[in-house]
């Protein structure tokens, strides 16, 4: 379980977080929402430690990160796979050496190894036989899929992407969501996603945490989101998405 208690942050007069509070159980996906620059990427970055708050605390299976020694936080990281905006793939790498850099860099595997690992996630995200292929001969979609690969390379139980559909066509995105939605329920991991794409959250989320003003707005399942009542929330939802 991963816990959120009371987390503030801020850059210089810009407060970002002020106050979260979040409670994530293990296998269940659940979907950040909320308008550009409500703190949504930050509270990610906080999640595996790659940002220091200001105060509080991000308890995982009991124990804060943010007071773990160095070699702790390394081996705690080891659990997640990161989804990163933009894919941040190496194009100086083919896509093999990009999905197995954790792995050379980490293990002790084989490079025989390695590329057993990389040809199974890549089948894993739809994408077989492109291993000696350069990032920039790939789609946007290829790319994102590409990263998804590389994150699942370790095998982690948790998985963060940070707005995994973002310069996708609807299309695409659609494919993106699904693939999301299959691989939390075949590899039983947690998800946390950080989307301004309201339809993310219709058919991948178990639950849905909408930020507002730096802290969590509202918590709970898609349907109840949908129904709400509160004029806030269904101020977002009614410029996210014109057919509500």
């Known amino acids: 379980m991963i816990e959120i208690k009371d987390l503030w942050k801020q ?3 810009n407060k970002v977080l ?7 159980p293990p296998g269940e ?5 909320g308008k550009s620059g409500c703190g949504k990427s930050v509270l990610l ?4 430690g790659l940002m220091t708050p200001d105060k509080g605390e991000i308890l995982f299976k009991g124990k804060d990160i943010f007071k773990m020694k160095r070699k702790e936080l390394y081996a705690i990281r080891k659990n997640f796979g990161f989804l990163f905006q933009g894919a941040a793939l190496f194009d100086s790498m083919s896509v093999e050496e990009n999905v197995g850099l954790a792995l050379k860099e ?3 595997m084989t490079d025989a190894e390695i590329k057993q690992v990389v040809e199974e996630k890549l089948e894993l995200v739809g994408l077989p036989g492109i291993q000696n292929m350069s990032p920039s001969d790939l789609s946007g979609g290829m790319k994102k899929r590409v990263s998804l690969a590389r994150s699942l ?4 139980g948790y998985i963060l992407y940070d707005e995994p559909t973002t310069g996708l066509d609807p299309v695409m995105s659609d494919a993106i969501d699904e693939l999301i939605k299959e691989l939390a329920e075949k590899l039983n991991v947690t998800s946390i996603i950080v989307t301004h794409d309201i339809f993310s959250v219709y058919g991948i989320a178990d639950k849905v945490a909408m930020m507002v003003d730096g802290k969590i707005y509202f918590h709970g399942t898609p349907h109840e989101l949908i129904k709400s009542t509160d004029p806030i929330i269904r101020n977002f939802l009614n410029r996210t998405d014109k057919r509500l």
């Open 45 to 48: 970055k906080h999640i595996i």
């Open 11 to 13: 850059f210089g007069k």
């Open 106 to 108: 980490n293990t002790k």
């Open 18 to 24: 002020l106050g979260v509070d979040l409670i994530i």
């Open 29 to 33: 996906t659940i979907v950040v929402i």
């Open 153 to 156: 390379s370790t095998n982690p």
